[in-house]
């Protein structure tokens, strides 16, 4: 039963200096603070925004391109099954809305020093131990609804995923642009 739950050393070394380098990110980036996140949501500051995007668009070119140099043999890509990715969306939101935190952010706001990140975690554990009992009941109501299988963008539209990320980094960029021009403009008084 427990057979696949530890990975070999090698493999769990790997994934604890990644996540130190990851939670190291995040907080040098400013995004393990909980008013960054909530006036994310408020439309004050566009910090995580400009986070996220920047990460969506290097991973996207770092997976293709390792991909294209033959470093990674194929995407595991998981199914695209609407009804829950948007359930699954919504719950995520609100529950970022009112910790202030992701998964991410809050474990490395908690390694920063922020207590309430704390009181977030346990909330997630017993979440994803809900949804872990749960899981057999929402796949068969709610899985089949908007089942697309596992594709990806590129495969829907039937182009270079080249030419999506080209897409996506303009798209980003020039989103920078406006919001560095509609941002709060200092005081000269």
């Known amino acids: 039963m427990f057979e696949n739950m530890i990975a070999e050393p090698r493999v769990l070394i790997y994934g604890i200096l990644t996540g130190l ?3 190291f990110l995040l907080h040098k980036g400013g995004v393990t603070r909980y008013n960054v996140i909530v006036n994310q949501f408020r439309f004050k500051d566009h910090t995580v925004l400009k986070t996220m995007l920047t990460a969506i668009v290097v ?3 770092g997976v293709w391109g390792m991909m294209q140099a033959g470093l990674i043999e194929e995407l595991h890509v998981k199914g695209a099954a609407l009804a829950m990715n948007a359930i699954g969306g919504g719950i995520f939101g609100v529950g970022m809305v009112m910790l202030g935190y ?7 706001a908690l390694g920063s020093g922020s207590r309430d990140a704390g009181v977030g975690i346990v909330g997630m554990v017993f979440g994803a131990a809900a949804y872990t009992e749960a899981y057999p009941w929402i796949s068969s109501r709610l899985g089949p609804i ?3 299988g596992k594709v990806t963008f590129a495969d829907l539209l039937h182009v270079s995923p080249w030419l999506l990320i080209a897409g996506l980094a303009v798209a980003a960029v020039s989103l920078f642009v406006v919001l560095e ?3 709060p403009r200092p005081r000269t008084d």
């Open 146 to 148: 908007g089942n697309l």
């Open 102 to 108: 992701c998964p991410g952010t809050a474990l490395a």
């Open 59 to 61: 991973g996207a070119i």
């Open 181 to 183: 021009r509609l941002g």
């Open 21 to 23: 380098v990851f939670g």
